[in-house]
C-alpha cells in the first residue's frame, strides 16, 4: 500500500477534528419538516455534492483562487457557506500539508472545505480520483451520520443507503448545482430554535 493512499484514509477520516459532527447539510431541518430523509440525502449528493463540491475540488487541483470563489459564491444560505469556510479552515489549522493555498487560510482567507480538502490533496501527491472520491464519501457519510444522530435512520439503514449511492457515485460532472430545497430549508433553519447542528 502506498503512503498516499494511507494519508488519503487519514485525510478522509470522520474523526478528523474538522467541526463536521456539528452541521448536517439540511438533514436536520428535512428531518423536522416531515421530509423523507433518506431521499433528501440522496438528491442532495447528487444534485450539490456531485454537482458542486466534488466539480469545484477538480478545478482546485489546477486553480484553487477560482475554485473557491465558485465555491463560496455556489453556497446561497449564509449557514451553508460558513458551514465549508469553518470546516475549510479547521482543515487547514491542523497542519496536514504545505501548499500557498493552504497556507493562505491558515492566515485568515476564507477557504471552502472542498478546495482546501483538494489542495492537501496535492501537496500530499493523492491523486484526484482518489481526492474526489473521498470527498464524496466523506460528505455522503456526513449526511446520514447526521440522519442517524437524529433517529431518522439506525446505522444498518445509513451503512445501505452509503452502499446504495456510492455504488452510481459520478466524479465527472460539470460543475452546475441545483437545490433550491436545500436552499430553502437551509434559511428556515437559520432562525430555528433550538437545535442539534448549526446547519
Not at 442532495?44 to 482546485?60: L, M, Q, S, Y
Not at 474526489?132 to 451520520?145: D, F, I, K, R
Not at 466524479?171 to 433550491?180: G, H, I, R, V
Amino acid at each position: 500500500m502506498s503512503i498516499p493512499i494511507i494519508r488519503a484514509f487519514h485525510l478522509f477520516d470522520g474523526s478528523l477534528p474538522l467541526g463536521g459532527f456539528n452541521y448536517s447539510f439540511g438533514v436536520e431541518e428535512a428531518y423536522y419538516e416531515g421530509i423523507d430523509v433518506e431521499g433528501f440525502i440522496v438528491t442532495t449528493f447528487r444534485n450539490v455534492i456531485e454537482k458542486g463540491d466534488i466539480p469545484v475540488a477538480r478545478i482546485a487541483f489546477t486553480d484553487p483562487w477560482k475554485a473557491n470563489d465558485i465555491s463560496i459564491a455556489s453556497k446561497l444560505t449564509r449557514e451553508l457557506r460558513e458551514a465549508s469556510i469553518n470546516m475549510g479552515k479547521s482543515l487547514a489549522m491542523l497542519g496536514l500539508c504545505n501548499d500557498d493555498f493552504v497556507n493562505e487560510v491558515r492566515r485568515g482567507l476564507r477557504g471552502s472545505y472542498p478546495v482546501v480538502i483538494a489542495r492537501c490533496c496535492v501537496a500530499m501527491k493523492i491523486d484526484q480520483v482518489a481526492c474526489l472520491a473521498g470527498l464524496a464519501y466523506s460528505e455522503l457519510a456526513q449526511m446520514v451520520y447526521s440522519a442517524v444522530r437524529l433517529g431518522a435512520l439506525n446505522f444498518i439503514q445509513g451503512q445501505k443507503l452509503i452502499t446504495r449511492v456510492l455504488e452510481t457515485v459520478s466524479l465527472q460532472e460539470e460543475f452546475e448545482p441545483f437545490s433550491p430545497l436545500l436552499d430553502v430549508l437551509s434559511k428556515k433553519h437559520e432562525e430555528r430554535e433550538p437545535k442539534v447542528f448549526m446547519s
